[in-house]
């Protein structure tokens, strides 16, 4: 059973559009959202994280809306650049006291000039 | 920002044998993890590792493996004997604590089990 789901696999926006990234979760007790930016050959790099006490998190263009009720995240990404292209990971953590962090599968995002 | 290094990038061997991932954490951090990565997969947790001990692993974590940090030298992944199925893009990463502290990631290293 996968813990953490994203959708869609594969985005395409046009530069200076609006990116939405999906993710939704099965485990009641995650509640710490971190999305994690990864260009290849490099290793995840942590964007913007949330708590499930709130329902949203903003840092420049990025912002996560959270929805506890539905167990549903997302990440909006605004003015998408061509440089923001990358796989995007949507993770959750909570329940523990190691800090592990279960991933989903991952978007790929591609910004078109 | 804070580097997470990992030797080597990549490695091939043939199955059966006995392989080594070596990661150098940020320094002043407590917490190490490695995540295995198969191509077109999601990363999955491995382990975690605190104060010389695993805190906690999960199903992929077999018995063969195992990890240590000795004398605060690389935080190593041993795998022995090694099989088809291990290979993965392994990363490591560190925290200076856990919860919703950030995990900084290495780049990974690519293993090839032949």
């Known amino acids: 059973q996968q813990q953490v789901r994203q959708s869609p696999q594969s985005l395409t926006v046009w530069e200076g559009e609006t990116a939405i990234l999906n993710c939704s979760y099965e485990?009641?007790?995650?509640?710490?959202f971190p999305w994690y930016q990864q260009f290849p050959g490099e290793g995840p790099a942590l964007l913007i994280a949330i708590r499930s006490v709130s329902d949203k998190k903003e840092d420049g263009r990025f912002t996560i809306f959270f929805n506890k009720r539905e167990k549903k995240l997302s990440l909006h990404i605004t003015d998408s650049q061509p440089g923001d292209s990358a796989t995007y990971f949507c993770a959750a953590s909570g329940g523990t006291n190691t800090g592990k962090l279960t991933f989903g599968d991952g978007t790929v995002l591609t910004v078109k000039p | 920002g804070p580097k997470v290094l990992q030797i080597p990038s990549h490695q091939i061997i043939d199955m059966g044998q006995m392989v080594t991932l070596n990661c150098d954490p940020v320094s002043n951090h407590l917490y190490f993890y490695w995540y295995k990565q198969i191509l077109g997969q999601q990363m999955e947790f491995l382990v975690n590792?605190?104060?010389?001990?695993?805190?906690?692993k999960s199903k992929l974590f077999k018995d063969q493996f195992s990890v240590e940090r000795p004398d605060g030298s690389y935080f190593t992944l041993k795998i022995q004997p090694t099989a088809l199925e291990d290979s993965a893009v392994y990363f490591c990463a560190s925290s200076p604590d856990w919860g919703e502290y950030e995990q900084y990631f290495g780049p990974g290293t690519r293993l090839t089990v032949l």
């Open positions: 590792f605190y104060n010389g001990k695993v805190m906690e």
């Open positions: 485990n009641s007790a995650f509640d710490y």
